[in-house]
């Protein structure tokens, strides 16, 4: 018998480890301290990079798979630089 769901999709830091263990959809995210958002980033480009990872999920959502699949937002933001005060 299949199962039958709702449907999930996780986001992690480290997709690897959910994958292996047979998640079906798995949304790459930035760092184990900041899975959706990176604080380096200005408040703009940090709440466009959370958007982008929450756009991956929900077209992981929208996805029908069989097996464990990866999915990746659209574009990484450059880093921008950090300067002392």
Do not use: N
Not at 1 to 29: C, D
């Amino acid at each position: 018998m299949a199962k039958v769901g709702i449907p999930v999709a996780l986001i992690s830091a480290i997709p690897m480890v959910p994958i292996s263990v047979g998640a079906h959809r798995v949304v790459e995210g930035v760092s184990l301290q900041h899975v959706c958002g990176d604080p380096i980033l200005s408040k703009d480009r940090d709440r466009a990079l959370m958007m982008r990872i929450t756009e991956a999920a929900l077209q992981a959502l929208r996805t029908p798979v069989d097996r464990p699949t990866l999915f990746k937002p659209a574009e990484e933001p450059e880093k921008e630089p950090v300067h002392a005060s």
